[in-house]
């Protein structure tokens, strides 16, 4: 039995939030790991229904259209499959009495709500309501980031939280110069605020006050998502709190702001007397990718590693939608898919890998593919894929940049090319270390689910070789949307 359009989007905000509301309250580990599995499933199997059924209309508060559910749909399924992940990672920090068993409720509650401000912020047709639902999807990742209770989780959390809300604020002061330019033109009130309104409405706004906002929306959304050098959280963020959590952020969060900044992007663009917001984008999106590429080299600590990894991609993401035109978007949204799903299978591998070796320094592990062959295969075939060698789905996503780069901006491109290939060479240097030699530290099994990991990298293998003409339509749909 198929859901109605209205309760599709219904299940998809009312499943997470009632169920964190339950997991506050229910005591014992495998009920709630278990109870957080089913529920994630669940709102993705709502978020599918999208796909097939008839959407919504849009309302004040709620909007169902081709580009969100792009995002909806990688939302759900990478926080299905981040919770069965969990479950078994969370149930190892318990067992080494890293984790009191008393914060469990807090964290799967955390996790739900964090789902539930994500969702929210994708399907809202308000401007205000969207800032709302980013921010409580902030603050439910800080409370995460510090769950740990160590020195180095309370400063990474404090420093996430600290900067989170300067560019939270910024965001606001920029939502607010959005609803002063439409204000003249429409009017006091809820309508002054709705998307569908405003992009009706928006050619007759008052263009300086749309420019400003755009530049305060670009910082302040440009610090959840990560660009430089609005980045110096999440590297901290990513080290010390727990690693499904960073699997979320890089995989989610990053990409819940992003989907903002091209809102915003789509208001300015249907102003002919607006600033061209691209031009920004591009600059950022560039400096982001150079920046992280050179950093990589830096890292000890192999999750800081793989969080300037995501602000290298972050970056390139920003770089193709700024770029604007069918194939540039077409390459960022294939790109954001298939860093969200390399990115978490990453994590997923590195959290098990730290749990076993007992660190996350990169001298102190080696030889993982004798050590441990699955992890060790799974992180070498994973940093292959994010560092863009073929056959797999990024190679194809970087190849699309560089191509329409080439052809609309010749300049633009080599210092795009040249962050590629430091970032290459950063992430091949460290994975010879990581991956073959003599193993350093325990050898011991480790717990793992590796379903997870080896279903992600399956997808990325597979988008690489072969997309369904489907998936190509739907993409090249969403691509036109965004100009």
Not at 293 to 313: G, P, Q, T, V
Request: net charge neutral.
């Amino acid at each position: 039995m198929s859901l109605a359009p209205g309760d599709a989007v219904a299940a998809i905000l009312l499943i997470p939030l009632v169920t964190a509301a339950l997991l506050a309250l229910l005591p014992g580990y495998r009920l709630t790991a278990r109870l957080n599995i089913v529920a994630t499933l669940l709102t993705l199997l709502a978020a599918l229904g999208l796909l097939a059924g008839e959407r919504p209309q849009p309302g004040l508060y709620l909007l169902i259209d081709d580009l969100n559910i792009v995002f909806l749909v990688l939302n759900t399924f990478v926080g299905f499959t981040t919770s069965v992940f969990s479950a078994s990672y969370i149930a190892h920090e318990i067992g080494i009495g890293r984790l009191p068993r008393s914060y469990l409720r807090f964290y799967h509650a955390m996790y739900q709500a964090l789902m539930f401000g994500m969702n929210l912020a994708l399907v809202a047709n308000n401007i205000g309501l969207m800032w709302v639902a980013i921010e409580l999807a902030t603050l439910t990742t800080v409370l995460m980031v510090g769950i740990y209770r160590t020195h180095e989780a309370l400063e990474a959390a404090w420093k996430y939280f600290i900067l989170g809300s300067v560019g939270i604020a910024l965001a606001l002061f920029g939502t607010i110069l959005v609803y002063v330019a439409a204000h003249p033109v429409i009017g006091e009130g809820l309508e002054a605020m709705v998307w569908t309104t405003l992009m009706q409405r928006v050619a007759a706004f008052d263009p300086a006050l749309l420019n400003l906002a755009f530049v305060f929306l670009l910082l302040g959304y440009g610090t959840k998502v990560g660009l430089a050098p609005l980045h110096a959280w999440l590297p901290d963020a990513h080290a010390e709190g727990p690693t499904p959590i960073s699997a979320v952020l890089s995989g989610l969060l990053l990409n819940v702001a992003l989907y903002a900044v091209l809102r915003f992007k789509l208001l300015l663009a249907a102003n002919p007397a607006a600033i061209a917001a691209g031009s920004l984008m591009v600059t950022m999106g560039l400096s982001s990718l150079v920046f992280a590429a050179f950093m990589l080299y830096r890292r000890r600590d192999i999750k800081r590693m793989f969080a300037y990894s995501s602000i290298e991609h972050m970056g390139i993401i920003a770089f193709a939608f700024g770029m604007g035109g069918p194939l540039a978007n077409f390459a960022g949204l294939l790109h954001m898919v298939m860093h969200s799903l390399t990115k978490s299978a990453i994590f997923f591998a590195v959290g098990h890998i730290a749990q076993v070796k007992g660190t996350q320094k990169i001298a102190e592990i080696r030889g993982l593919t004798e050590s441990h062959p699955l992890l060790g295969w799974g992180l070498v075939v994973g940093v292959v894929a994010i560092a863009g060698l073929p056959p797999l789905g990024i190679f194809m996503s970087e190849f699309l940049v560089v191509t329409s780069t080439f052809a609309r901006a010749p300049l633009l491109a080599i210092p795009l090319v040249l962050g590629l290939l430091v970032a290459f060479g950063a992430l091949l240097l460290r994975l010879h270390g990581l991956a073959f030699g003599t193993p350093h530290g325990s050898t011991a099994p480790v717990e793992a689910s590796y379903l997870p990991m080896f279903a992600h990298l399956a997808l990325v293998l597979l988008a690489g070789l072969y997309l369904p003409p489907p998936l190509v339509a739907w993409f090249q749909h969403v691509a036109a949307m965004l100009g």
